[in-house]
């Protein structure tokens, strides 16, 4: 019998669950049984097994695992997820390969971002295991997917807290800096600054030191309040390192009439139902990566892309597979600012941004 | 100085009111005046102009209708929609017609659905008229383009709603029957099923008669009662034309214990703040729509589309341009069941849905 | 040691599961076994107990249930529900009491409606067992308590649905009819009618006959467009025996321009994240309900009751013990509209609701 | 022809918009003519009045204010809101009244917290006109009502905000220290623990210095972890004086692992959509108002109160009057912590609190 492992690791991002859910319903499908592994790395190396689904046997009904049936709108993810520091050495890989090996596992599908992805990669090459990745995580910072899991729920977390705000700046003719997550990407800060009208976007992308920063928001905020508008609105990318708090005491110091404020969205933006998009996204890609287990692969990470493979039917985004290399090489571009995709998504949507908050 | 007109017409999505902000914004910043049509092409008929933009003189800022500036988070559409039996006649299109020219309009935004397409394409062709259309419908089915406006925040209402029966269908053992919006198309009931971990889908593109569909669901249900679920849901269309209460009465006579239950979920599904996704969308097609405008380009429609072009940069979705008469001609097909695309999206779908279900 | 069992009973209500894990805790602290039954009373005769809090030993740590831990914010309930039609017979609570006594638990919480609450007021006189009830249902039609568990939950979304069919109402200049739940009882109908506007309410209550009831809605409507009103809202309880479906096609057929439409929100209501005050209300009465078995008490429930026992400081509703038989005495008067609290109550919002659809 | 004038005052709260609209329906229907005064006691000082309801003349239907019909689903306040330094000088009410009697208003309903309710009493009492105050503070710190418009949405707000938070949490094994408003009063945070499921709270008028505040919280989050715990939440009044990134970075000094977040929900608390609970509360404090103002009162606030007048009918909460003088000598009581109401209220919330976190 086949037996498949998963496990969901680094930041938690809205998705994780309807993808274990649909990975589970894939698997019974083909016969497959699936263990839960707790704790992303962590528990692997303390091999944290939980039998997700177990095929039935003699044509009989599988065994869901009570969480997993019922996990689709929740928010986290029900296996938990850890940081790892003993997996980033080879010694802790071997260590993990050993547990799967022990607890009869052929292939593990790794569900999270950056670091994860890294250490699937590495696991993939040192050792004989089929591994394959699913994208997840809110800042839609990995390479070659058009979308990871988790973004299009934050993205409509964060324009619902924006409208929020909306509301109380509307009524006191304010300006507000809303900081949303993204260290390195500046993704989310321009997607939510189109959705919830923003008058100006702050992302590290542009380069711009702390006077700048504070220029610009106080260029925004001043010429929002000359044509009369009832609320300036600024979205700024945590990757900008000037403290909301910073930023706030130098504005109002330049612009009478204590006006400006700045709220911090953090941790609320990680959590929530998954959106349609997020559940289809990772039903999608949950299909599809045991599809690729099938098939004899390893090394690789199923992606949302948009491609016309196909020909002219290809109005709907597909789904592809990628080596992990490519993909933490396309990574490390959006990382380092110098990912001409990253570039040329941001400049799109810019040109759309910079105009919606005229 | 430049004058554009925008309506919203037909059925009302939410997106609506994201579109008419974002062509507001780009017309200030183009130095176009837009004048907004009320009510639809009834108001059009009738004259129904009120301005939403008057781009500030000498230098000076732009003036924006007081909606305008804050509808972007409202259902609905601030304009009004209206279905107009006058306009369909080429007599009511002469009519319109030269009520733009008198208002001193050279071009016309039109968001809406199927019938409305039709009708901007038709004014194109007859009248000397820059028309330009945005696809605005929850169902789906308009040709060309991946999304139209509103499907997403639909489908997030669908699937939050799926999720409140849930929680009542499992403290119960019970099937529920869940009726989305769709009359020709099974795009929604579809993408809600993957969504919703739905145990089956009814759609009118299934051909099935009544007895086909009391036996599908009945199948379903004893299936998932069987293996021991605690809630089965099966999604209807609304174009799969046996009543709900019918369905019910049926199964509960066939099924002892009386478990099966239905909801039509009906207008409620029409309104709500338009999503992330929506407001990404409305805002790019608007933009768009004003370029194509400004390019003289006339009866052509701005659609979603994912597409190669220009190489491997095309991670994100594109706008792109198609005419009204290329649309309208695959919008036939969506509706009729020929369309080579969505059957081809919807067979992709029902792969990952039928497995969602077990 | 003291053991004591819980089980949820009836139609659920969102926030009996709070009240679930509020019980718990209690018990924890209390040095109290809790087991849950599950299925209601059809569990309870099938000896379907499941522990939920197991006290520490020699001063450790107690041991709660996964799930309870979790589910303050879930809807439904998880021990699950059911109707049973032999917990009705004297010898099926017998059964029942045999079920307990072999458990050795020492008393029942029971958290349900005015079905259950009468199944426990049976047990607890027919047999030696302390019983307590929680008051829950979305319909608020239980005598002695203010409010019940999850009325509050249920008026947020039936207003939430209504603002939403109100963005397309007011999108096309139409009346809607909204039916929310309630068959013996118009409070819901009432309640959501202040809080979304509308233009008129239908209860049973009212004594229409469907003539009237047509005519009430009829005149609604061409007063409130007469007066430009861009939508008109009917909200009609489920008691008001007039299918919806009926009254559009009369409407319509008595109101020229096809302005009417119908949505029966039906089980979507009853799902849901519950409230804070559902959320406050449950963990509240659940600890009262603690101390009345701690302090012997059987045949009683824990009422949500303002009063202003303890002087001037009562400016909080406060918690109070009745009698089941006297809860389900003022019941009976609510179902058959001879309770004069509910006749004050209703009165007193229609003199509201009757000026806010003005 | 009677006028009443109205405005929004002070921190903006969830519900001024429902109250302003039932404030314009009972107007109507009463035949008084409503003045809008915009931007709070600023506005008034320059007399930006604007008609919110104009009674149709010889029988004819009322006219409103476009955005007073559609606004009670809304955040924030229509009329702007505003803090004025000149209105709390004895000369700046003058010419308040002085703009009041030209615009030929009777009487003025002030809908704000104590800032404004105590520039109301002024007004009143230095002054020829009729004010009547309604109660409206998301912190629930005004004397003399049990609720105050405001509160519930913002705890509904809250409450979510943590669901969202504990998604994470769980994911992660954490411990997030979640801060919310109330500078000067805990009920908000008190209120939220107990529907939250708080491991602890902290407050202002538990009188902890610094190092009191982060033991509580070691204390709370090592026990927490203990026991096994996935998540463990301590909500935060604004009221304790220890930055939230201070707490954090003594807490994660002194218990390893680095598990310890924190949140600070700000602003986004003050917006949304106001609850049916808000919306009933709003409605039904301004319809008093136009009664106690039809009655020729004045310097009274109308307050949502618990009361057992009128016997047992009193289940539900009723609506009094209050002479603003005592009012706002209780308010002062609740702000430097002598209530002896509010102490009790927190006392029987903390018994409940302290039980639900074990």
Same mark, same amino acid.
């Given at each position: ?86 997996? =980033? $050495?080879?010694?802790?890989? !071997?260590? %993990? &390969? /050993?547990?799967? +090996?022990? *607890? ?78 993204? =260290? $390195?990407?500046?993704?989310? !800060?321009? %997607? &939510? /600054?189109?959705? +919830?009208? *923003? ?86 890609? %949950? ?72």
């Amino acid at each position: 019998m086949t037996t498949l492992a998963v496990l969901t690791s680094g930041g938690d991002a809205p998705g994780m669950n309807p993808a274990l859910r649909a990975l589970g319903k894939v698997c019974a499908q083909s016969g497959i049984t699936l263990l839960g592994v707790e704790r992303g790395y962590e528990g692997l190396l303390e091999g944290a097994f939980r039998p997700l689904v177990t095929p039935g046997e003699g044509g009989g009904a599988p065994r869901f695992d009570r969480e997993l049936e019922g996990c689709q709108g929740w928010g986290g993810t029900f296996l938990g997820s850890a940081r790892s520091a003993r997996f =980033r $050495e080879a010694a802790g890989r !071997a260590e %993990a &390969a /050993a547990q799967l +090996a022990e *607890a009869g596992v052929d292939g593990l599908v790794v569900i999270g971002g950056n670091g994860s992805l890294a250490g699937a990669a590495a696991l993939a090459e040192e050792h004989e295991l089929r591994v394959v990745g699913l994208p997840a995580s809110i800042d839609n910072d990995i390479g070659c997917t058009g979308l990871s899991i988790g973004v299009d729920t934050a993205l409509n977390t964060i324009i619902e807290a924006c409208d929020r705000i909306a509301d109380t700046a509307r009524a006191h003719r304010r300006a507000f800096i809303v900081e949303v997550m993204g =260290r $390195e990407c500046g993704y989310l !800060a321009m %997607a &939510a /600054a189109i959705a +919830a009208g *923003a008058d100006a976007v702050l992302m590290r992308e542009q380069g711009r030191d702390e006077r700048a920063v504070v220029e610009a928001v106080e260029k925004t905020v001043r010429a929002g309040f000359d044509r009369g508008k009832k609320r300036v609105l600024v979205i700024k990318s945590e990757g900008v390192r000037v403290p909301c708090t910073k930023l706030v005491r130098e504005l109002n110091a330049r612009i009478p009439g204590d006006h400006v404020r700045a709220t911090v969205l953090g941790h609320v933006v990680r959590g929530g139902a998954p959106s349609y998009m997020d559940r289809r996204i990772a039903s999608r890609l %949950a299909f599809q990566a045991v599809r690729a287990f099938e098939e004899g692969q390893t090394g690789t990470m199923t992606a949302w892309r948009a491609t016309a493979e196909g020909g002219s039917k290809t109005v709907d985004p597909t789904v592809r597979l990628f080596p992990l290399a490519q993909v933490l090489e396309e990574t490390r571009a959006v990382l380092d600012g110098t990912s001409a995709v990253m570039r040329w998504r941001l400049e799109m949507m810019e040109r759309v941004a910079g105009v919606l908050g005229v």
